[in-house]
């Protein structure tokens, strides 16, 4: 258990370690939840690549924040939000998307992503969208229960696509971002 954590915007050179976070996360949070074949598909290069476009990528246009969380000089988990990728989602006032949250096995309910969750609603709020939501896989009930004690409301329900044949997902939202931050803040 860690006495103290960081959270703070991450940089590019933080993507190797966000890289490993996800893939070691990905390895024992998804297993028997996705196809092994694609676990391990998922790996720390083609990761570190991904999270530096996607660092740079937010940082030169603005419209969302990689955060990390560091404790006992390491990176353990990280969040990212973004601008709203599905159409349909956005139409309904959703224009912001928590699109990603991870942290090392280890160091979950620890209040890490609470911290990490936290941080990216704020600078959501900050840059000026109005609702938020958060895709996860509807067979993993851990995730599920941290949203909805966060007080996400399911808002839809997926099938899969062609990347994870078989999988179904489930979206929660918090439609007004400001009032989910200030009731957070106070």
């Given at each position: 258990?860690?006495?103290?954590?960081?959270?703070?915007?991450?940089?590019?050179?933080?993507?190797?370690?966000?890289?490993?976070?996800?893939?070691?996360?990905?390895?024992?949070?998804?297993?028997?939840?996705?196809?092994?074949?694609?676990?391990?598909?998922?790996?720390?290069?083609?990761?570190?690549?991904q999270?530096?476009?996607?660092?740079?990528?937010?940082?030169?246009?603005?419209?969302?924040?990689?955060?990390?969380?560091?404790?006992?000089?390491?990176?353990?988990?990280?969040?990212?939000?973004?601008?709203?990728?599905?159409?349909?989602?956005?139409?309904?006032?959703?224009d912001?998307?928590?699109?990603?949250?991870?942290?090392?096995?280890?160091?979950?309910?620890?209040?890490?992503?609470?911290?990490?969750?936290?941080?990216?609603?704020?600078?959501?709020?900050?840059?000026?969208?109005?609702?938020?939501?958060?895709?996860?896989?509807?067979?993993?009930?851990?995730?599920?229960?941290?949203?909805?004690?966060?007080?996400?409301?399911?808002?839809?329900?997926r099938e899969?696509?062609?990347?994870?044949?078989?999988?179904?997902?489930?979206?929660?939202?918090?439609?007004?971002?400001?009032?989910?931050?200030?009731?957070?803040?106070?």
């Open positions: 258990m860690v006495k103290s954590f960081d959270i703070r915007p991450a940089v590019a050179a933080d993507a190797p370690a966000i890289a490993d976070v996800q893939v070691a996360s990905w390895n024992t949070t998804y297993r028997g939840l996705l196809p092994d074949a694609l676990i391990d598909r998922i790996t720390v290069p083609d990761r570190t690549q999270w530096t476009r996607i660092i740079n990528t937010l940082d030169e246009n603005g419209t969302g924040k990689v955060f990390v969380c560091e404790a006992d000089g390491k990176v353990v988990g990280f969040a990212s939000v973004g601008a709203q990728r599905e159409p349909n989602l956005k139409e309904k006032g959703y912001a998307e928590l699109t990603s949250a991870y942290l090392y096995q280890e160091n979950q309910r620890q209040g890490i992503g609470n911290a990490l969750v936290s941080a990216c609603f704020e600078e959501g709020a900050r840059l000026g969208y109005k609702g938020i939501t958060a895709w996860v896989l509807t067979t993993n009930t851990p995730a599920r229960a941290f949203y909805e004690k966060f007080g996400g409301e399911i808002i839809e329900e899969s696509d062609d990347r994870h044949e078989g999988v179904s997902e489930t979206a929660y939202g918090w439609s007004d971002l400001a009032a989910k931050v200030a009731k957070s803040v106070s």
